[in-house]
């Protein structure tokens, strides 16, 4: 009896939700610096039609499990003119820069607009994704800076004193429309900051656990159940302590148990989003 309910309680304090601490990527070290290259006017002082990547494979960073796509950050080390808005793109992408191409973009799992300004210079900013997208281990992500061809700013991204791989360019205006490492175009210390913000992704169970609500609990005759949005109970059931399965199932949002006795119970539910278990007390 007492490895039964060491399980169940097991199953509980598993379902409980625990704050996760953002995992920075990055593939620069170092200061600052102002070796940053772009598409420009010189003479006008404008740049724009840019697109600076990074490419991060989760291995080379140690993640072993799925992440949450939560955020990006990039440095700038110049900035002129009127505030403008760039876009940060993220690509699940498989053998980068080959087969992507700029004026045929594959589809972003995100995109977010962000707003740069001169305050901007010597900074590294943080964009915080509103959705963030959860991706499996082994997955191949690409960052995208978008600046948008605009002739009213002058931007430089903040470079770094060492890289462990090569940032990139694209441009139309320029006529580079397959991404090319900056290297390759002549300018081989423009290291881009340009670094990915991931966190580490809860389970189902956990997600669930975060969004169901079980009320009153405790109580003598039903049990309510609301569940998110597009959330299905596909299978259910009432276990007491000794590990009996009593004859209680959901039924529209409720789980009736005026005919059991008092004490404590664990409710499970099988969704079409996962599993979910919490602990409940008939009085």
């Given at each position: 009896?007492?490895?039964?309910?060491?399980?169940?309680?097991a199953?509980?304090?598993?379902?409980?939700?625990?704050a996760?601490?953002?995992?920075?990527?990055?593939?620069?070290?170092?200061?600052?610096?102002?070796?940053?290259?772009?598409?420009?006017?010189?003479?006008?002082?404008?740049?724009?039609?840019?697109?600076?990547?990074?490419?991060?494979?989760?291995?080379?960073?140690?993640?072993?499990?799925?992440?949450?796509?939560?955020?990006?950050?990039?440095?700038?080390?110049?900035?002129?003119?009127?505030?403008i808005?760039?876009?940060?793109?993220?690509?699940?992408?498989?053998?980068?820069?080959a087969?992507?191409?700029?004026?045929?973009?594959?589809e972003?799992?995100?995109?977010q607009?962000?707003?740069?300004?001169?305050?901007?210079?010597?900074?590294?900013l943080?964009v915080?994704?509103?959705?963030?997208v959860?991706?499996?281990?082994?997955?191949?992500?690409?960052v995208?800076?978008?600046?948008?061809?605009?002739?009213?700013?002058?931007l430089?991204?903040?470079?770094?004193?060492?890289?462990?791989?090569?940032?990139?360019?694209?441009?139309?205006?320029?006529?580079?429309?397959t991404?090319?490492?900056?290297?390759?175009?002549?300018?081989?210390?423009?290291r881009?900051?340009?670094?990915?913000?991931?966190?580490?992704?809860?389970?189902?169970?956990d997600?669930?656990?975060?969004?169901?609500a079980?009320y009153?609990?405790?109580t003598?005759?039903?049990?309510?159940i609301?569940?998110?949005?597009?959330v299905?109970?596909?299978?259910?059931?009432l276990?007491?302590?000794t590990?009996r399965?009593?004859?209680?199932?959901?039924?529209?949002?409720?789980?009736?148990?005026?005919?059991?006795?008092?004490?404590?119970?664990?409710?499970?539910?099988?969704?079409?989003?996962g599993?979910?278990?919490?602990?409940?007390?008939?009085?």
């Amino acid at each position: 009896m007492k490895k039964i309910t060491t399980f169940f309680a097991a199953l509980f304090v598993a379902a409980v939700v625990q704050a996760q601490d953002p995992i920075v990527l990055s593939q620069t070290s170092g200061n600052i610096g102002d070796g940053g290259v772009a598409c420009a006017d010189q003479t006008a002082m404008t740049t724009g039609d840019n697109v600076y990547f990074r490419e991060y494979n989760l291995d080379d960073h140690g993640i072993t499990s799925s992440v949450s796509v939560v955020g990006a950050e990039f440095a700038v080390s110049t900035y002129i003119g009127a505030p403008i808005v760039v876009q940060v793109q993220v690509f699940e992408y498989e053998g980068f820069p080959a087969g992507f191409d700029i004026t045929n973009l594959p589809e972003a799992i995100i995109v977010q607009g962000f707003e740069v300004d001169e305050s901007a210079p010597g900074t590294v900013l943080e964009v915080l994704f509103d959705d963030p997208v959860d991706v499996a281990p082994g997955s191949t992500l690409v960052v995208g800076i978008f600046e948008p061809a605009h002739g009213m700013a002058y931007l430089y991204l903040g470079t770094a004193d060492e890289e462990t791989k090569e940032s990139y360019l694209a441009s139309e205006a320029c006529g580079i429309t397959t991404p090319a490492t900056v290297g390759s175009i002549g300018f081989p210390d423009s290291r881009h900051i340009i670094n990915l913000v991931v966190e580490e992704s809860l389970s189902v169970n956990d997600n669930l656990a975060g969004n169901v609500a079980i009320y009153p609990n405790p109580t003598t005759n039903v049990f309510n159940i609301d569940l998110p949005a597009g959330v299905e109970v596909t299978s259910s059931s009432l276990v007491d302590i000794t590990g009996r399965i009593t004859n209680v199932q959901y039924n529209n949002g409720q789980m009736n148990v005026s005919a059991l006795a008092q004490g404590v119970y664990f409710l499970n539910l099988e969704t079409t989003h996962g599993s979910f278990t919490q602990k409940v007390v008939k009085q």
